[in-house]
């Protein structure tokens, strides 16, 4: 009988996978979910754009070390956008794991709503990140550009 053993590294890279494939998923979902919204009240859908979902994906990642708009680093988050266009946003949750709970929970609130409803924004990148040794477990984040 073969023995079937997975190194650490081949165990990372099956989790990394993983993760990859569930946040490409949510990003599509967030996106359905922010543009039924956005129809509701007569504005334009939103369309992903790939280096806002890279520069998301990445502040997911931060958003588990710190839970903040500011970076780890002390910087800005709009920092991690290569091009911020003529307007920008971001909205970050914890704590939910699926798209349509954080979504609701940012629609019940003022500021995210703003920025999941502002006229003006045109992208969106979502990011997601999963930490199972952190304190909310499930990490969000939405970039805007307008």
Known sequence: MKKF??????????FSASNAYA???????VLNL????????????????DDLQE?????????VEVFSHTRPDGSD??????NRGRTWGE??????????ETVEQWMNSE???ENILNPNFRELGVGYAYE???????YWVQLFRG
């Open 5 to 14: 053993f997975l190194s650490l590294a081949a165990i990372f890279i099956l």
């Open 23 to 29: 946040a490409e998923n949510f990003a599509v979902e």
């Open 132 to 138: 199972d040794y952190s304190t909310y477990h499930h």
């Open 91 to 100: 909205n970050i949750a914890a704590g939910h794991s699926s798209a349509s």
């Open 55 to 63: 520069a998301a994906a990445i502040r997911a990642r931060e958003v």
């Open 111 to 113: 500021g995210h709503r």
């Open 77 to 82: 988050c709009f920092t991690v956008m290569r």
């Open 34 to 49: 922010v543009n039924a919204e956005r129809a509701n009240v007569g504005v334009a859908p939103l369309r992903l754009a």
